[in-house]
């Protein structure tokens, strides 16, 4: 055993992206610096044991779904990507919020700030959402867009031009930068392991997850992952970012539908003061809304006025 020779894992359609950038927004990126392990080395840490053996591969497929299926998620930690990525600063301080990954960003204090800031076009202007507090919702008409991105592009060029003046007269970086917007770019390596990747990955490519970073997150997920280990990111596709859970609250209402009997789980919710009543409406909490939304996914209609 000890003078086996080990080689290196290696996956030749990653191997044939390493370093080529892909575009987000309108001036950023996200490219491949290295990576070690792939689908191969999830199920041989799973199994303890060297090299691939006798394996097939739909054996392995089969006991990769079953790792992801059941939450045993040390395997997946055997595979780590890097990662060099262009970012907005206002998306970056979401990306950064995921603590599990090891980060090396652009020092503003020892180089001068990236001539780079995110300009929103005309028809890219969001508004608040009504329902999510920290979430935004339809577009703005596209003539109020016209106001703002002008008056977004003369924040850019005047900042920009502050800081370049304060460069000019010596200021020291570390001050100078204080003023520059959200949307200036930064850059980072970002290395993390497979089993964390997939939980940034299960959070910034929901649908309710901000625009820009789920753009990212889309092509790290569609175009990266997919090449790297392409077992583990169909797994992760079916037990992950296309399923859903039911909490113990909601098992119950679903059983209550599946009997035919809505006025019963309108009963519950109510006893549970998820919801009350005004009148003849219904105020209905944020949980209820949740529950309404996996009930529709399952064909399920509740419009509880009418039971």
Same mark, same amino acid.
């Given at each position: 055993m000890k003078d086996e020779k080990l080689i290196r894992t290696s996956v030749p359609e990653l191997d044939? !992206?390493?370093?080529?950038?892909?575009?987000?927004?309108? *001036?950023?990126?996200?490219r491949v610096v290295d990576y070690m392990g792939s689908d191969e080395s999830i199920v041989q840490a799973a199994r303890v044991s060297y090299g691939?053996?006798?394996?097939?591969?739909?054996? *392995?497929?089969?006991?990769?779904?079953?790792?992801?299926?059941?939450?045993?998620?040390?395997?997946?930690?055997?595979?780590e !990507?890097?990662?060099?990525?262009?970012?907005?600063? *206002?998306?970056?301080?979401?990306?950064?919020?995921?603590?599990t990954a090891n980060v090396n960003e652009y020092s503003t204090r020892y180089s001068i700030a990236i001539d780079s800031a995110r300009k929103t076009n005309?028809?890219?202007?969001?508004?608040?959402?009504?329902?999510?507090?920290?979430?935004?919702?339809?577009?703005?008409e596209e003539s109020i867009g016209i106001v703002l991105s002008k008056k977004e592009e003369l924040i850019h060029q005047q900042t920009r031009e502050i800081y370049e003046e304060r460069i000019n007269s010596d200021v020291?970086?570390?001050?100078?930068?204080?003023?520059?917007?959200?949307?200036t770019y930064t850059e980072a390596y970002w290395k993390i392991d497979l089993h964390n990747l997939f939980h940034f990955l299960v959070l910034r490519m929901d649908s309710q997850a901000q625009l820009e970073i789920r753009s990212y997150a889309n092509i790290i997920g569609n175009e990266i992952v997919s090449k790297w280990c392409p077992l583990a990111w169909?797994?992760?596709?079916?037990?992950?970012?296309?399923?859903?859970?039911?909490?113990? !609250?909601?098992?119950?209402?679903?059983k209550h539908f599946i009997d035919n009997k809505p006025s019963e789980a309108k009963k519950f919710l109510l006893s549970q003061k998820m919801m009350?009543?005004?009148? *003849?409406?219904?105020?209905?909490?944020?949980?209820?809304?949740?529950?309404?939304?996996?009930?529709?996914q399952l064909g399920i209609k509740t419009v509880w006025e009418s039971y």
């Amino acid at each position: 055993m000890k003078d086996e020779k080990l080689i290196r894992t290696s996956v030749p359609e990653l191997d044939a !992206i390493l370093g080529q950038p892909f575009k987000v927004l309108d *001036d950023g990126f996200v490219r491949v610096v290295d990576y070690m392990g792939s689908d191969e080395s999830i199920v041989q840490a799973a199994r303890v044991s060297y090299g691939k053996g006798t394996k097939k591969i739909n054996e *392995d497929r089969g006991l990769i779904r079953y790792l992801l299926r059941h939450m045993h998620t040390t395997p997946f930690e055997m595979c780590e !990507i890097k990662f060099h990525v262009r970012v907005p600063m *206002d998306c970056w301080r979401q990306w950064i919020r995921h603590r599990t990954a090891n980060v090396n960003e652009y020092s503003t204090r020892y180089s001068i700030a990236i001539d780079s800031a995110r300009k929103t076009n005309k028809n890219e202007w969001r508004k608040q959402s009504a329902t999510n507090k920290q979430g935004s919702g339809e577009f703005l008409e596209e003539s109020i867009g016209i106001v703002l991105s002008k008056k977004e592009e003369l924040i850019h060029q005047q900042t920009r031009e502050i800081y370049e003046e304060r460069i000019n007269s010596d200021v020291a970086r570390e001050q100078a930068r204080k003023d520059l917007p959200l949307s200036t770019y930064t850059e980072a390596y970002w290395k993390i392991d497979l089993h964390n990747l997939f939980h940034f990955l299960v959070l910034r490519m929901d649908s309710q997850a901000q625009l820009e970073i789920r753009s990212y997150a889309n092509i790290i997920g569609n175009e990266i992952v997919s090449k790297w280990c392409p077992l583990a990111w169909e797994a992760f596709k079916a037990y992950r970012l296309n399923s859903f859970r039911f909490s113990e !609250i909601e098992i119950i209402v679903l059983k209550h539908f599946i009997d035919n009997k809505p006025s019963e789980a309108k009963k519950f919710l109510l006893s549970q003061k998820m919801m009350t009543m005004d009148g *003849d409406k219904i105020k209905r909490s944020g949980e209820v809304i949740e529950i309404e939304s996996k009930l529709r996914q399952l064909g399920i209609k509740t419009v509880w006025e009418s039971y």
